[in-house]
């Protein structure tokens, strides 16, 4: 469902982790008159986010988190669980906590009975880069940005981040953790895999000049499907381990429908491949 929002007037946003998605966050809400309090593990980090601009202060001690509104956690999935328990012990009781991981329902699980004042978020933008530097204005222009509250979900908190990330120029989204899982494992998990899937495939060429052309030939359809599989490792792990019974069920899915283009070219059934190319054809538009 998608959502409104309320106004907020100018706030202290707090950003644990300044890669790609933290960095870009407070590129773009600092214009927008907040004051942005940034916290990397890396000092050098923290000194280049002063330096460029990009935030009001940064430190590497989540203490800096104590004079916040709201905290955005940018941190790895696997790091969520750690990170939530170091910060809330410098929390204001009022403070809004939300993240930006790309599964939910153990994230909402985890920190919902540590913190009530949490929101659970997943900003559907990205690249293949990492880290501060990959950061840049208008990386979530008209991307779809996931908030999913659960019955104890306090108004106040879905309010104050449905209008901050709106403010980004977001369209918002909420749903049930679950069901957020599940939508991202066909659009975002399962892209990954195959992605990932169709470049190693690829090396299983065993004559090396036929290899060294395929790679020589590459152009716009073997960059487009291999993008994201050629993206951080580090993401598609986490996917696959805290995601894992909708991206298997997505993968089974796949797995399926391949075996009948299989099928279909083996017994030379070039009608039904054709009804199938035009169908996904007619229905691709809808998901973009």
Excluded at 182 to 188: N, Q
Aim: glycine letters at 8%; aromatic letters at 4%.
């Amino acid at each position: 469902m998608q959502v409104g929002s309320m106004q907020v007037g100018a706030m202290k946003v707090g950003i644990v982790g300044l890669g790609l998605i933290g960095g870009s966050l407070a590129i773009d809400l600092r214009p927008l008159g907040h004051t942005i309090l940034g916290v990397s593990r890396n000092p050098k980090t923290c000194q280049a986010a002063i330096d460029r601009g990009i935030v009001d202060d940064a430190s590497s001690d989540l203490k800096l988190m104590s004079a916040a509104d709201v905290v955005f956690l940018c941190v790895p999935l696997s790091a969520i669980a750690a990170t939530t328990e170091q910060l809330i012990p410098h929390l204001l009781p009022t403070t809004v906590l939300t993240d930006v991981g790309s599964v939910k329902t153990t994230v909402v699980e985890t920190i919902a009975p540590l913190w009530p004042n949490f929101i659970g978020g997943h900003p559907m933008a990205g690249t293949a880069d990492s880290g501060l530097d990959a950061a840049f204005s208008g990386l979530f222009t008209d991307k779809a940005y996931v908030l999913t509250p659960i019955e104890t979900t306090p108004p106040i908190a879905l309010e104050t981040v449905t209008s901050l990330v709106r403010s980004l120029q977001c369209r918002v989204y909420q749903c049930h953790p679950a069901e957020h899982d599940r939508a991202v494992a066909w659009i975002s998990h399962l892209p990954v895999m195959v992605s990932a899937s169709l470049i190693a495939a690829c090396l299983t060429e065993t004559d090396p000049t036929v290899l060294d052309l395929a790679q020589k030939f590459a152009s716009s359809g073997f960059r487009d499907t291999s993008r994201v599989g050629g993206g951080n490792p580090e993401l598609g792990l986490m996917m696959a381990t805290y995601n894992r019974e909708a991206l298997l069920r997505s993968l089974q899915a796949y797995q399926q429908q391949l075996g009948q283009v299989i099928q279909q070219i083996e017994q030379k059934d070039w009608a039904t491949l054709e009804s199938e190319l035009t169908q996904t054809q007619q229905i691709r538009p809808q998901f973009l």
